[in-house]
T-cell receptor
């Protein structure tokens, strides 16, 4: 399958600071990227959908000013958690979709801990 | 919207066969996915069904009945490493192509 690289795999930051997470599709062009969040022992919850060159579409209840998403190219999307707080501590996972519908590939995930 | 149900936990014995069921109710349907997720890791793709019937891939098979809103994942010749969460996910047909995940089934394989 295709490779999606997510970086960093884990990060610890102080409350009030911002953290940027990168998601790259290494061997295909990702027309759409999705950002999910997963709390312990819970399933993945979709945060937002981003299409290359356009604004992200956020799910209900997700603050767009807090979770900034940029999808500037067909191989890179970034999620910036601004003014992070301890309740933002979670596992963040990106997924990249190419032009074919048969699969959706996930990055390795980023475990964010806000102290 | 989407509503996806799957059992919370299952236990099975090494070498045996286990079937994990998933039922869904959607306003639109464009494919059903199964993923495996080990603790602390991202999900890995197992199977994709968009038409009714059985898809087989080695020890893993997945079945779909669109009229019943039902799917199952069948794992044969269970190995200890199969202990993981199994996530059922449905893609809607709105064009955004996002997946909605069920809560996941934690499978424990015992010796």
């Amino acid at each position: 399958g295709a490779v999606v690289s997510q970086h960093p795999s884990w990060v610890i930051c102080k409350s009030g600071t911002s953290v940027k997470i990168e998601c790259r599709s290494l061997d295909f062009q990702a027309t759409t990227m999705f950002w999910y969040r997963q709390f312990p022992k819970q399933s993945l919850m979709l945060m937002a959908t981003s299409n290359e060159g356009s604004k992200a579409t956020y799910e209900q209840g997700v603050e767009k000013d807090k979770f900034l998403i940029n999808h500037a190219s067909l191989t890179l999307s970034t999620l910036t958690v601004t003014s992070a707080h301890p309740e933002d501590s979670s596992f963040y996972i990106c997924s990249a979709q190419g032009r074919v519908d048969t699969e959706a590939f996930f990055g390795q995930g980023t475990r964010l801990t806000v102290v | 919207g989407q509503n996806i149900d799957q059992p919370t936990e299952m236990t099975a014995t090494e070498g045996a066969i286990v079937q994990i069921n998933c039922t869904y109710q959607t306003s639109g349907f464009n494919g059903l996915f199964w993923y495996q997720q080990h603790a602390g890791e991202a999900p890995t793709f197992l199977s994709y069904n968009v038409l009714d019937g059985l898809e087989e891939k080695g020890r893993f098979s997945s079945f779909l009945s669109r009229s019943k809103g039902y799917s199952y994942l069948l794992l044969k010749e269970l190995q200890m490493k199969d202990s993981a969460s199994y996530l059922c996910a449905v893609r809607d047909n709105t064009g955004r192509r996002a997946l909605t995940f069920g809560s996941g089934t934690r499978l424990q394989v015992q010796p």
